[in-house]
């Protein structure tokens, strides 16, 4: 069964700089997605970025952007000059579309602080 | 074009009761999920619609709960005999294909006392 870990429960970082949110995953697919969710205290899931497996090139929205390694099963997120509305749970996510299963499959999540 | 909305937000019940939650996807979405979040966890995946046929269940889904789509807009999802153990946040998301983005409705809070 495919597995995503987020390795680290709670993350701080001071506004305006950049901080790291790791994510692995486990899977013998080729083929998939991954996301990034961000969960505000409201608790309202929002996507924040998506990437296929088949692209090579790393995804990026805006101040958000991923450094994809399908050999590591690696899949990280960098946000850049963060604002105090970055704080939130994030959660990375796999799916597979392999056997019809669309269900996506999370991690635990990582508490991001921002401190102003 | 409006989200996928929930209701109730909050329920509150006592451990034996019936509950019953909805969630209504965004227009056009032919595919529904339903999700549950307990605290400190990541959504664990319940079942899927794709418009009124139930595609998929997880193991997650005991005989106690049964979800519905009957016209493959809205769907409900019914819990019997709620246990402590059923606390938690479900979750709702719609799409409008397989390969398309999940989008999240707020969540259903469930207290089970």
Redesign the interface.
């Known amino acids: 069964a495919q597995t995503?870990t987020q390795s680290q429960p709670e993350m701080s970082v001071q506004e305006a700089e950049t901080v790291t949110l790791s994510c692995t995953y486990d899977t013998s697919e080729s083929d998939y997605?991954l996301?990034w969710?961000k969960q505000p205290p409201?608790?309202?899931?929002?996507?924040v970025i998506?990437q296929e497996a088949y692209k090579q090139q790393n995804a990026t929205e805006n101040r958000f952007s991923v450094n994809f390694q399908k050999a590591a099963k690696s899949f990280s997120l960098k946000i850049s000059d963060s604002q105090l509305g970055d704080a939130a749970m994030y959660?990375c996510?796999y799916r597979s579309?392999q056997g019809?299963?669309?269900?996506?499959?999370?991690?635990?999540?990582t508490k991001l602080t921002v401190n102003p | 074009d409006t989200g996928v909305s929930q209701d109730p937000r909050h329920k509150i019940t006592k451990r034996g009761q019936n509950v019953t939650f909805r969630c209504d996807p965004i227009s056009e979405h032919n595919r529904l999920y339903w999700y549950r979040q307990t605290l400190g966890q990541g959504p664990e995946f319940l079942t899927y619609f794709q418009n009124e046929a139930q595609l998929e269940k997880s193991r997650l889904l005991s005989d106690r709960f049964s979800a519905e789509r009957p016209k493959g807009s809205f769907s409900t999802l019914e819990i019997q005999r709620t246990e402590q153990g059923d606390s938690a946040m479900y979750l709702c998301a719609s799409s409008l294909a397989s390969w398309e983005t999940q989008y999240f409705g707020p969540g259903t809070r469930l207290l089970v006392l």
Not at chain 1, 42 to 47: A, V
């Open positions: 995503v997605y996301f969710y409201s608790r309202q899931m929002i996507l998506r959660f996510a579309p019809g299963s669309e269900k996506l499959v999370f991690g635990k999540g």
